[in-house]
């Protein structure tokens, strides 16, 4: 389970009936605690950013597949921008299609994802099954979330980025990082988002964090049958 910051792993520590246990990797802090039934799960403050957050879960991926213990999922999960009026303060997001939002090319004619120069991929698809269960289980709603490296703080921006990606609702920094990084190891990967602030013109006084990460532990709570009950053959 991969957060930016410790606040919003903490968060979600708070939704597991145990402690978590520290365990220290060359660049990275992993907390590990259980579910009820359970299953091992590794909480992660990654970092701010795709790039940080990719080398950080990647790490963490490495050091469970060498031993010998690789994970079935990994969950980007934090607060986010929320575009309205879909996604309000306070509401969840659960992405079906993890999208990064400017990673390509400025031209005269507009904006060129990185596909459109030959490279790469722009978009991961977590399995439809479990969004659809982490959707029922939790009330999120579901759709794109989309990943920036400069946070929109413009009405301008916000419409540019509803325009190219009309199944826009969640804008975070870290999810398209952590997918990368899991798809490169071929491990399935989901991101939720709790919704802090709206998609738009930079107001820091309309930010409600502690609503998100409220939403965000809540939201732990209640996936613990999901996760646990899904198998990563099912798609
Ligand atoms: O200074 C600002 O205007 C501003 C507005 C929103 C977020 C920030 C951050 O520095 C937070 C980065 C952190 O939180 C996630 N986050 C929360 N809201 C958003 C958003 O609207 N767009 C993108 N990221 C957001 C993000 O994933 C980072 O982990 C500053």
Do not use: C, M
């Given at each position: 389970m991969a957060t930016a910051v410790p606040a919003e792993r903490d968060a979600v520590a708070q939704a597991f009936p145990r402690p978590a246990q520290e365990l220290r990797l060359p660049g990275a802090v992993l907390c590990r605690t259980a579910f009820a039934a359970g299953a091992v799960v590794d909480l992660l403050a990654a970092g701010v950013g795709p790039a940080r957050a990719a080398a950080s879960t990647a790490t963490a991926l490495t050091a469970a597949a060498l031993d010998g213990a690789p994970y079935d999922l990994v969950v980007s999960a934090g607060i986010g921008g929320g575009f309205a009026p879909e996604a309000p303060l306070g509401s969840l997001v659960v992405a079906d299609a993890i999208t990064v939002a400017d990673l390509g090319a400025a031209t005269?004619?507009?904006?060129?994802?990185?596909?459109?120069?030959?490279?790469?991929?722009?978009t991961h698809h977590p399995p439809e099954s479990l969004v659809r269960a982490v959707a029922e289980a939790t009330g999120a709603r579901t759709g794109t979330?989309?990943?920036v490296s400069t946070v929109t703080g413009t009405a301008d921006r916000a419409a540019a980025l509803r325009a190219r990606h009309p199944r826009a609702l969640a804008e975070g920094m870290e999810g398209f990082g952590v997918a990368e990084a899991a798809?490169?190891?071929?491990?399935?990967?989901?991101?939720?988002?709790?919704?802090?602030?709206?998609?738009?013109?930079?107001?820091r006084a309309a930010w409600r964090i502690g609503d998100a990460l409220a939403a965000l532990t809540a939201a732990f709570?209640?996936?613990?049958?999901?996760?646990?009950?899904?198998?990563p053959h099912d798609q």
């Open positions: 005269a004619d507009g904006f060129l994802p990185v596909t459109e120069l030959g490279f790469g991929t722009v979330a989309l990943t798809a490169a190891q071929g491990v399935p990967v989901l991101e939720i988002r709790a919704i802090s602030n709206p998609v738009g013109p930079r107001d709570g209640k996936l613990a049958p999901a996760l646990e009950s899904w198998k």
